[in-house]
Structures are given as structure tokens and as C-alpha cells.
């Protein structure tokens, strides 16, 4: 039930990288709610994206949020570089770290929202473990690593399990949904619960960037074509 605003999420995975501060400009015009930035270190997944150094550069071209997806190993020794880098939000995976706590404290003494990111395949038990200290959950909607990868469908079904969950448990956590995510089937996401919607080669495939984002908040009875065409 859609009982709260949608926020939409762009991954610039999927912009042009030889432009990103006009892509960020651009979509922040459009509409969008805040950045999401793609960590990846060839380890904990088979691609590597950008570090610190282009996260603090790239703050300079917005002042919207920005999330941090860390798909990293030993997350815990690099979240205190990309909060000082200027990340607001810094999730990271369940499966990376042994000591989720301790990685969730370390984001929020460094000033930045937490949050835990699961994978498509890991279960929502131990999350009642953690809830208290996170403010947000990212559950994967595809294997992490590539943009433009189709959305695995138990995802509504684990995404309703996530709500009931966060409401037997009285956490108002948001729940992010990321992967494979587009105005085709962003309704049944919304529907099922998400409050902030991650899309990548939807947005940035697929211009002008303010009709799909739109599209995305309320997607109706839009038309599209699937944003799942090519991976990057
Ligand atoms: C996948 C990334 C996603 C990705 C989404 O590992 O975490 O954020 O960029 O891209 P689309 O929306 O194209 O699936
Ligand atoms: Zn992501």
C-alpha cells in the first residue's frame, strides 16, 4: 500500500562516466531525491566502480544526498574515507561484514545514515538483530555487481516479509530496492512496500530523465521498455 512518498534513488552506474557532474546536475533537475554511488572492489563482486577520491570530487556538483552502496570486503576500514568524502548514507552488505554493529556505529560516529544491504538469496532473519541501529534496508533485487541486470521476482515476495518484519518489530526503517527496476514494474515494488526506489539503465537508457523519474514516483499505466538491455 503506497501510504508514503516514493524517493528515487539514480545510480550513476549506468550514466556517462566521462560526463558524471553533468549527469548528476542533470538528474538532480529531474527530479531525484538523492545519488546513489555503486561501490565495487573486484572481491566481494566481479566489478570494480570508483573510490573516496571520486566520491569527494563529485560532491561538488550537488548538494543531494548521497548514498553509498558499499559492495566491498572489510567494509569497517573504509566507511570513515566515504563519510569524510561527503556520503550522507552508507549501506553495506550483510554478507561483507562480520561485525554488522560495529560497521553500522562506525557509519553514524562518522556522521552518515546506516543501513544493511542484503542479497537476493541471504535471509531477513538476523535483521531483528540490527534494526535499532539502522536507518535504512537495502534489499538487492539482483545479484550485485552490474547494472542492467532483470529483477528477480521473489524480491516482493521477501520485500512484504521485510515490511511485516520492521512493523512486528515498530522500526520505522525505509526500505530501498535496487536492481533491475523500472516504470514497468516499479508500481508492484511500491505496492509490496519500498520507500526508495534505486534505478539505473532505466534513468540514464532512457531520457529524458524527468518523464521516467516521474514515471518511477507514479508509475500508473506508463508504457516502457524494459531498462534491461546491456550490462556495464
Ligand atoms: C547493482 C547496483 C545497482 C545498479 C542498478 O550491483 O547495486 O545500483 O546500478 O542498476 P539497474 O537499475 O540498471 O539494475
Ligand atoms: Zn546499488
Redesign the pocket.
Known amino acids: 500500500m503506497k501510504t508514503k512518498e516514493v524517493l528515487i534513488a539514480p545510480?550513476i552506474?549506468s550514466a556517462d562516466f566521462s560526463r558524471l557532474c553533468e549527469e548528476i546536475e542533470a538528474v538532480e533537475e529531474a527530479g531525484a531525491d538523492m545519488i546513489?554511488l555503486?561501490i565495487m572492489d573486484g572481491h566481494f563482486v566481479p566489478n570494480i566502480t570508483i573510490g573516496p577520491g571520486v566520491v569527494a570530487s563529485l560532491r561538488k556538483c550537488t548538494a543531494l544526498p548521497f548514498d553509498c552502496?558499499l559492495?566491498i570486503e572489510n567494509p569497517e576500514q573504509y566507511i570513515p574515507a566515504f563519510a569524510d568524502a561527503g556520503a550522507n548514507m552508507i549501506s553495506v552488505h550483510v554478507e561483507t561484514s562480520v561485525h554488522l554493529n560495529r560497521s553500522l556505529d562506525l557509519v553514524r560516529e562518522h556522521g552518515a545514515k546506516p543501513g544493511v544491504v542484503i542479497n537476493p538469496a541471504t535471509h531477513l532473519q538476523g535483521l531483528r538483530y540490527v534494526v535499532e541501529d539502522l536507518d535504512y534496508i537495502?534489499l538487492m533485487s539482483v545479484n550485485?555487481g552490474f547494472g542492467g541486470q532483470e529483477f528477480i521476482p521473489s524480491t516482493l515476495e521477501k520485500l512484504r516479509d521485510l515490511c511485516t518484519l520492521l512493523e512486528d518489530l515498530g522500526s520505522d526503517a525505509m526500505v530501498q530496492v535496487?536492481?533491475g527496476i523500472g516504470p514497468e514494474n516499479a508500481g508492484e515494488v511500491i505496492d509490496a512496500g519500498a520507500r526508495i526506489l534505486?534505478a539505473g539503465s532505466a534513468i540514464f537508457h532512457h531520457p529524458p530523465y524527468e518523464d521516467v523519474i516521474n514515471r518511477l514516483r507514479d508509475p500508473g499505466t506508463s508504457q516502457f521498455p524494459s531498462p534491461n538491455s546491456e550490462q556495464h
Do not use: A, Q, R
Request: charged letters at 20%.
Open positions: 545510480s552506474l546513489h555503486d552502496h559492495m537495502l550485485p535496487d536492481g534505486v
